[in-house]
């Protein structure tokens, strides 16, 4: 049985979908698709897992083949105390990556994407942040993720070192490699070449990475509504998980379709100056 290797494990929105997908071109490189199939989130948190169980979650690297490096690349693991010590556990030899984004610009991209994704009711930004400033997190809490709308929590996720510094602990200093997305748009192939070298995989020459995942916003908002509500129904997910493990796939097709029908990228409108001096503040003194 094949097993990964390494995991890419967040942050959303730092340019983890671009690194994933160039890995994924590397003849020794397998990434497993899904992406993210967040599968080491705890069993309590809002239904995202794509596996059913173990062995469907161990399928999606069968065909890793002699690949030296085997990964998967779920974001929101960074954030979970649940994933961290699941994989620690579990992989304690595995490579860990981490990107980051400066903080400002990561609320900005974060607020839009859950806002197109329909978890964030709050369009204003700057209302946004500071509502989530006013949110406590309980001291009993088993792993972030079992918040309600835990991914709109914008002041906690932002705290990028608190969470490296907890996957340095459970591994290492040199198992985990942080990358800033703002190094991999300046100087991409330098970045490419210490990510392979942190997987300890040789350069294959290959330059440009491209930037993916852009914002986005529904051609048709009502038909997005309908899609997300149905893709969170619990119910819903439970059978299709069960029928996909049961068949030994992993996306019947019609979504993924469906939602590229109705996505068109478009330029965020800009974070106001003094929203973005808050958070930049708020960081530098955590």
């Excluded at 100087?187 to 491209?210: K, M, S």
Aim: neutral net charge; proline residues 5%; hydrophobic residues 40%.
């Amino acid at each position: 049985m094949t097993r990964p290797n390494f995991f890419i494990v967040g942050a959303p929105k730092c340019g983890t979908t671009a690194l994933a997908a160039h890995l994924a071109g590397h003849p020794n490189i397998f990434v497993s698709s899904p992406k993210e199939p967040n599968h080491y989130l705890h069993p309590e948190a809002d239904n995202i897992r794509a596996c059913e169980n173990d062995r469907h979650y161990e399928a999606l690297f069968e065909r890793a083949g002699a690949a030296r490096a085997v990964g998967e690349a779920s974001v929101w693991y960074l954030f979970s105390d649940h994933a961290r010590e699941e994989i620690a556990r579990l992989y304690p030899d595995a490579r860990i990556v981490v990107m980051t984004r400066d903080p400002a610009d990561f609320v900005a991209s974060l607020h839009s994407q859950q806002r197109f994704g329909g978890f964030e009711a709050e369009a204003d930004i700057a209302l946004a942040w500071r509502r989530s400033r006013e949110s406590e997190i309980p001291a009993d809490l088993p792993s972030l993720e079992c918040l309600v709308n835990w991914r709109t929590r914008y002041s906690e996720l932002v705290q990028f070192e608190k969470y490296i510094d907890r996957w340095r602990a459970a591994f290492s200093d040199e198992q985990v490699l942080v990358i800033p997305v703002e190094l991999m748009r300046t100087a991409p192939q330098a970045t490419y070449q210490r990510v392979l070298a942190h997987l300890h995989v040789a350069d294959d020459g290959r330059e440009n990475i491209a930037s993916v995942n852009a914002n986005k916003r529904h051609r048709v908002k009502l038909l997005g509504w309908i899609m997300h509500a149905l893709r969170r129904n619990e119910w819903l997910l439970t059978v299709s998980r069960r029928l996909k493990a049961a068949l030994g796939i992993h996306s019947f097709g019609i979504y993924p379709r469906l939602h590229r029908l109705n996505t068109v990228e478009e330029k965020r409108a800009p974070m106001p100056s003094e929203t973005r001096s808050e958070i930049h503040d708020f960081v530098s003194t955590r």
